[in-house]
Each structure stands twice: as structure tokens, then as C-alpha cells.
């Protein structure tokens, strides 16, 4: 298990090819990449996402997470790497992958990863904009999906 809290930029492929080394020789590596947006709901342009921390709750929080899917959906390894910081519109925000024997239970704990990450990892954040700085709170829907989770 590999959970990283990043202050700079950070490469997905250079990410991607460390988890497949950890892979075990599991048959399935799935992963995903969150970018920063360029514009908001409601069309404004974002300069920023600006994504603020208390190193150790953070990194506690991410790791739960990891560790939950790993005996979850029995990985051979999870992996992620969330930023932290401003974050330019492009630049990826969140790096998740995961190995297992067979590709849904990867597949499913990336999904379950980021998931659980929308709602639960201990960070505040808030988009720059001409107009200013909005915060970004979990919606209705990143909660129903968590919910799904327990079922």
C-alpha cells in the first residue's frame, strides 16, 4: 500500500508505472486520474483549486481509505496520491490505482477509492476565481455513492 500526500505537481505515468512494479503479479492494475477543472458549475473561468490540509489527519484519513479497499476487494497493492496546495487548471489532483487477481475487484476499488476520497479524506478546498474564492464542499451524489458502498 502506498498513500502519498503531495505539495507539488505530480506525474500519473511516472505514478501508473510505480504501481504496476508493486502489482505482485496480480493479473489486473486499474487506475484513475483526477484533473483540476477549468471552469466551474456554473461556467466561471477557475484559476485554482487550492486544496488545504492538516498533514497528519490527511495522510490518517487517505490511509484508512487504502487500507479498507485493500481488505475490501483483497489488492495485491492500493496506491494514492492526492495533492495538496494550489493545483492549475490541468495539472492532476489525484493519482488511485490498484492491482488485484481479476479486473473488477480492481476496477471497483478504484472506483471505491475515489469515492470514498470525494467524501471522507480530510481536506478543505476552494476554487479561485475573477470573482474570488468559493469552497467546495461533497454533494448529495458523492455521498449516495459512498452510501452505495455499505450496501
Known amino acids: 500500500m502506498a498513500v502519498v500526500l503531495a505539495t507539488e505537481p505530480i506525474n500519473p505515468a511516472i505514478l501508473l508505472a510505480e504501481a504496476e512494479t508493486q502489482s505482485n ?3 489486473a492494475l486499474a487506475s484513475f486520474t483526477g484533473l483540476a477543472r477549468r471552469a466551474g458549475k456554473d461556467g466561471d473561468t477557475i484559476t ?18 487504502a487500507a479498507a479497499a485493500t481488505a475490501r476487494f483483497a489488492l495485491a497493492h492500493a496506491h494514492i496520491t492526492h495533492r495538496s496546495g494550489r493545483v492549475l487548471p490541468g495539472e ?60
Open 92 to 151: 492532476a489532483i489525484v493519482f488511485v490505482a490498484a492491482t488485484a487477481p481479476h479486473r473488477a475487484a480492481a476496477l471497483d476499488a478504484v472506483a471505491y477509492m475515489m469515492d470514498r476520497l470525494k467524501t471522507e479524506a480530510v481536506f478543505w478546498k476552494y476554487e479561485e476565481t475573477a470573482g474570488g474564492k468559493r469552497w467546495i464542499e461533497p454533494t448529495e451524489t458523492d455521498h449516495a455513492r459512498v452510501t452505495a458502498w455499505s450496501l
Open 25 to 27: 503479479g496480480a493479473g
Open 48 to 65: 485554482a483549486l487550492v486544496l488545504e490540509h492538516y498533514r497528519g489527519l490527511t495522510l490518517a484519513s487517505m490511509q484508512a481509505i
